[in-house]
Every structure is written in structure tokens, then in C-alpha cells.
């Protein structure tokens, strides 16, 4: 089974408040990606484990809301240390996983039909990167074999370095979703985000 591992740890520097929490539609950023990620769901891509902050009052609030919708949370106590502490926390908290699909939580206008379409394409050896435009986006799929690899990353480069070290094992994905290059950084991008295009038959 493909882990679906939903990055939600960072600082929004950028945006200037906590952007999990911005309303989008009636409803948090961090839920609105989450849903796109259930909407995906299938014998594929079943589970999804959502990496926040250190655990505080705020995370514990996060992680209820998120228990709400039947989708696990956890804690990552390096969080601040950047992106690659939390992807390599996620890896570590589900190490019987067929592979990774590593996800941003600030991502709503991400379609489920790419999500699949990339946990599909994922073999053991292989590190598979959805692009639209001749661009690299998310999530990025990381097949059994990088494991080891993954629970070494560190810092702000996230998975940066394993694709840089693995390039003869990158299989490029070229699909029909602006959704996969827009994350949310500044507050201005929440209106590019929503409405999502329409959903797909059957979701």
C-alpha cells in the first residue's frame, strides 16, 4: 500500500499567519487540501498521515479537526529545524509502506485523479515527479527502495537531495493540473486556489 505523507509543519513566513488556519470556503486551508487527498482514496492510495509542528495546544487542535475526518496526525518535535526533519518523522512513523507520496498541506486546488495518477505510476525503484507544463510539482511518489534515504533527509530541502542523488530513477509525469504547481505561500494566492475546477464524476 502507497502512504500518502501530507506536509503541514511549516511557519508561513511568507504569508504572515498561521495559512493551515486561513479560511477557504468556510473552511481551513489545511482541511480543504486534506479533502482533495480523501477524495483520492482508493486500493492504491489508502492512508494518509498528516505531519504537523511540535505538539502545542494550537497542533492538538489541529490534529482533533483532523481526527474528525478520519485521517491520522502526528507530532514531528524537529519540525522547526525544516522540511526535511518532518518528511523524514512521516517516513519513520510508517516504515511497512509499499512507498511514499509525499504531499504539501497548503496545495487545495490539487486534483485527486493526479494524486492517483502519480501513487499508480509508483514502482519500488522508482521516484516519480507530476509535472504540468514542462514544470515539476507535487506530490512527488518515492518507491520502497528510497526509504533509507528519506529517513536521512534533513533541513529546508525536503526530499531535494534524493532526487538529485537518484536522477537515472526519476520517472516524469506530464498531467492536465495547474493544481499541482500552486501552493498557497502569501495571502494573495488563496483566491487562485479556489474554486477548484469541477470534481470529478463519482466525488
Same mark, same amino acid.
Given at each position: *500500500?502507497?502512504?500518502?505523507?501530507?506536509?503541514?509543519?511549516? /511557519?508561513? /513566513? /511568507?504569508?504572515?499567519?498561521?495559512?493551515?488556519?486561513? *479560511?477557504? &470556503?468556510?473552511?481551513?486551508?489545511?482541511?480543504?487540501?486534506?479533502?482533495?487527498?480523501?477524495?483520492?482514496?482508493?486500493?492504491?492510495?489508502?492512508?494518509?498521515?498528516?505531519?504537523?509542528?511540535?505538539?502545542?495546544?494550537?497542533?492538538?487542535?489541529?490534529?482533533?479537526?483532523?481526527?474528525?475526518?478520519?485521517?491520522?496526525?502526528?507530532?514531528?518535535?524537529?519540525?522547526?529545524? =525544516? *522540511?526535511?526533519?518532518?518528511?523524514?518523522?512521516?517516513?519513520?512513523?510508517?516504515?511497512?509502506?509499499? =512507498?511514499?507520496?509525499?504531499?504539501?498541506?497548503? *496545495?487545495?486546488?490539487?486534483?485527486?485523479?493526479?494524486?492517483?495518477?502519480?501513487?499508480?505510476?509508483?514502482?519500488?525503484?522508482?521516484?516519480?515527479?507530476?509535472?504540468?507544463? =514542462?514544470?515539476?510539482?507535487?506530490?512527488?511518489?518515492?518507491?520502497?527502495?528510497?526509504? &533509507?534515504?528519506?529517513?536521512?533527509?534533513?533541513? &529546508?530541502?525536503?526530499?531535494?537531495?534524493?532526487?538529485?542523488?537518484? /536522477?537515472?530513477?526519476?520517472?516524469?509525469?506530464?498531467?492536465?493540473?495547474?493544481?499541482?504547481?500552486?501552493?498557497?505561500?502569501?495571502?494573495?494566492?488563496?483566491? +487562485?486556489?479556489?474554486?477548484?475546477?469541477? +470534481?470529478?464524476?463519482?466525488?
Amino acid at each position: *500500500m502507497i502512504q500518502g505523507l501530507l506536509l503541514a509543519a511549516g /511557519r508561513s /513566513r /511568507r504569508f504572515g499567519a498561521d495559512k493551515r488556519r486561513a *479560511m477557504l &470556503d468556510g473552511e481551513p486551508l489545511l482541511l480543504r487540501s486534506v479533502r482533495r487527498w480523501l477524495q483520492a482514496r482508493d486500493d492504491v492510495l489508502d492512508s494518509l498521515l498528516v505531519v504537523l509542528r511540535e505538539p502545542s495546544e494550537q497542533e492538538r487542535e489541529l490534529a482533533a479537526a483532523l481526527q474528525q475526518l478520519d485521517v491520522a496526525s502526528t507530532f514531528c518535535a524537529d519540525a522547526q529545524w =525544516g *522540511m526535511g526533519h518532518s518528511l523524514a518523522w512521516g517516513v519513520l512513523q510508517t516504515p511497512r509502506a509499499d =512507498g511514499w507520496l509525499i504531499g504539501l498541506a497548503d *496545495m487545495p486546488a490539487l486534483q485527486p485523479s493526479s494524486i492517483r495518477a502519480v501513487a499508480h505510476a509508483l514502482r519500488p525503484d522508482a521516484i516519480v515527479v507530476p509535472t504540468h507544463g =514542462g514544470l515539476r510539482g507535487h506530490p512527488v511518489g518515492f518507491g520502497r527502495d528510497f526509504g &533509507d534515504q528519506l529517513l536521512a533527509v534533513r533541513g &529546508d530541502g525536503g526530499a531535494r537531495s534524493v532526487l538529485q542523488a537518484h /536522477r537515472s530513477a526519476l520517472h516524469w509525469l506530464e498531467l492536465e493540473d495547474p493544481g499541482l504547481l500552486l501552493d498557497v505561500d502569501e495571502p494573495s494566492q488563496l483566491d +487562485q486556489a479556489w474554486p477548484p475546477r469541477a +470534481q470529478e464524476p463519482g466525488h
